[in-house]
């Protein structure tokens, strides 16, 4: 079965600074993942996905994240952290084309002025 | 373009009550899942339908019932709800390409207590 684990159930961090939101998967195959973006009192809204094509993926909003097979990771990241980046980050991998996602506990991002 | 909604957005019951939440596509998609988020857990997935009148259990279905007669919508009922299906339940949709890993899209959620 697939797995997710997010390293960090906080992270906190000051505008302007680099973002590093850390994810570990388990797959025994080759996976599909996600991270998807969370605003307080919202619905989730896809970031970017992964999907065995070129390993570092370029979402929305400045976000990136890299798949290393060899690390199994998917860590997310961001060169400057803005205020309005702050609410909760899921990552995610995905079994049978999409269908059933597994989620990771989340991740808060806090960012301080 | 409504894309995807779910009502109520809020609901209060009782211990042993029926609720039934509802969500709604206006995309045409085939796939429509339901999930319940709870703290420490993330999202888990409790029934999803792969097109109308094809249902399908997820990971935490007990307790749950689900049917398709169209293709947009897609309801969630508790039969006879319990303190333990207080959660914010959300409902998602995605196109049905075969092969394709494509992009499940999520409602606004809805808050459920039950007292």
């Known amino acids: 079965a697939q797995s997710v684990t997010q390293l960090d159930s906080h992270v906190s961090v000051s505008e302007g600074t680099p973002v590093l939101l850390r994810c570990n998967y388990s797959s025994s195959y080759s996976p599909s993942l996600f991270w998807y973006v969370q605003h307080p009192n919202k619905g989730l809204q896809l970031l970017l996905k992964?999907?065995?094509?070129?390993?570092l993926v370029k979402g929305i909003n400045g976000f990136e994240a890299e798949f290393k097979k060899s690390e199994t990771s998917f860590h997310l990241t961001k060169p400057s952290a803005h205020m309005s980046d702050a609410a909760e980050y899921f990552c995610?991998?995905?079994?049978?084309?999409?269908?059933?996602?597994?989620f990771g506990a989340g991740t808060i991002l806090r960012v301080k002025s | 373009d409504a894309g995807i909604t779910q009502s109520p957005r809020y609901k209060i019951t009782e211990t042993g009550r029926q609720v039934t939440l509802m969500c709604h596509q206006t995309?045409?998609?085939?796939?429509m899942f339901w999930y319940r988020q709870d703290l420490g857990h993330g999202l888990r997935l409790i029934y999803y339908s792969a097109a109308a009148d094809i249902t399908d259990k997820g990971e935490v279905p007990d307790g749950y019932v689900v049917s398709r007669s169209k293709t947009e919508n897609f309801p969630l009922t508790l039969e006879s709800a319990t303190r333990s299906q207080t959660s914010v339940y959300f409902c998602?949709?995605?196109?049905?390409?075969?092969?394709?890993?494509?992009?499940?899209?999520f409602g606004p959620g809805t808050r459920l207590l039950v007292l």
């Open positions: 998602a949709s995605r196109v049905g390409t075969s092969g394709i890993v494509e992009t499940q899209y």
């Open positions: 995610v991998v995905s079994e049978e084309y999409g269908n059933k996602l597994v």
């Open positions: 995309w045409s998609h085939s796939y």
């Open positions: 992964y999907t065995s094509a070129a390993t």
